[in-house]
């Protein structure tokens, strides 16, 4: 998958928040939603659909540092274990990889991580419960030296359907109340990560 260029929102620049990870990072308006909700902050999202931990270090890191954020949020959903090789301490040696980089680039940085709700849309496909419920326990234990791991809910994202949508009756709320949910959660879990920027 190539690499594309990062989509930039732009308000009151005091505060910059730059968010990274796969297509739960760039297919939704919760990021939008989120840099919105302070009136004095520049956004970029940097999130491109498919795109694992290593692969975010590899195409994605070098526009969050360019843009020099005080906050990055990462989340990177069913992606961080994507393919028959990769496994949650694999996906996680490489999130505590990131971690250190943005750290070594900026010691002042904030970094929050999002779980991945166990129910996707393709959940029948690709979903690998075990493994996701061992990310989310890696990423709460909190030794990649995040400062926040923010918890999604199951439901946070999904909007059930009918049957027969997307396979499964279950799809991804991107744009509508989902997004809007993840946005009110982040927001309320990053507010003291931006006080004093």
């Known amino acids: 998958m190539s690499y594309q260029a990062p989509t930039s929102f732009t308000y009151d620049p005091t505060r910059r928040i730059a968010f990274g990870g796969a297509s739960v990072t760039s297919r939704g308006m919760w990021p939008e939603l989120v840099v919105n909700h302070f009136?004095?902050?520049?956004?970029?999202?940097?999130?491109?659909?498919?795109?694992?931990?290593?692969?975010v270090i590899a195409n994605q890191l070098p526009a969050i540092?360019?843009?020099n954020p005080h906050l990055a949020i990462f989340w990177f959903g069913m992606s961080a274990l994507k393919g028959d090789n990769r496994d949650e301490t694999?996906?996680?040696t490489e999130m505590t990889a990131l971690v250190e980089d943005l750290r070594t680039f900026n010691p002042l940085i904030k970094i929050a991580v999002l779980t991945q709700p166990p129910v996707t849309r393709n959940n029948a496909a690709t979903a690998k419960p075990k493994e996701l419920q061992r990310w989310n326990h890696l990423l709460r234990r909190n030794d990649a030296q995040v400062n926040v791991v923010i918890d999604i809910a199951t439901d946070s994202l999904i909007d059930q359907v009918g049957p027969g949508r997307h396979g499964d009756g279950v799809h991804l709320d991107w744009l509508g109340v989902g997004a809007h949910r993840v946005a009110g959660h982040v927001v309320q879990s990053i507010r003291p990560l931006l006080e004093g920027f």
């Open 39 to 55: 009136r004095d902050a520049e956004g970029l999202n940097t999130g491109v659909g498919g795109q694992s931990v290593d692969s």
């Open 65 to 67: 540092k360019a843009f």
């Open 90 to 92: 694999t996906a996680y």
